[in-house]
Nanobody, 122 residues
Framework: QVQLVESGGGLVQSGGSLRLSCAAS????????MGWYRQVPGKERELVASITRSGSTNLGDSVKGRFTISRDYAKNTVYLQMNSLKPEDTAVYYC????????????????WGQGTLVTVSS
């Protein structure tokens, strides 16, 4: 079984910074793309940022120039550095990963974390 555990959420003032972390654990033979999504009540979950296995990144238009995504391959961990935070960034942030299971039959899995709340006060 594969798990994603997020950390780093919390309360921050407008203009501040936070760094989210998401560590994958369990029976894993390979992690492909990893990413961060966010959701507010009443709205669909939206992509914030993603990073492929080769390191190519994609950022949502609303966070370009403010957020950065990176990953540590040795630690099976993805990070989201969030700077110049705005009240509209308030949401539950979810980690996502495409994983190949570690034992036969080797299966492609899409795994989600439990979510971490980010609140930006004005």
């Amino acid at each position: 079984q594969v798990q994603l555990v997020e950390s780093g959420g919390g309360l921050v003032q407008s203009g501040g910074s936070l760094r989210l972390s998401c560590a994958a654990s369990g029976s894993i033979s390979r992690i492909n793309a990893m990413g961060w999504y966010r959701q507010v009540p009443g709205k669909e979950r939206e992509l914030v940022a993603s990073i492929t296995r080769s390191g190519s990144t994609n950022l949502g238009d609303s966070v370009k120039g403010r957020f950065t995504i990176s990953r540590d391959y040795a630690k099976n961990t993805v990070y989201l550095q969030m700077n110049s935070l705005k009240p509209e960034d308030t949401a539950v942030y979810y980690c996502n990963a495409g994983v190949v299971s570690g034992t036969p039959p080797y299966r492609d899995l899409e795994v989600w974390g439990q979510g971490t709340l980010v609140t930006v006060s004005s």
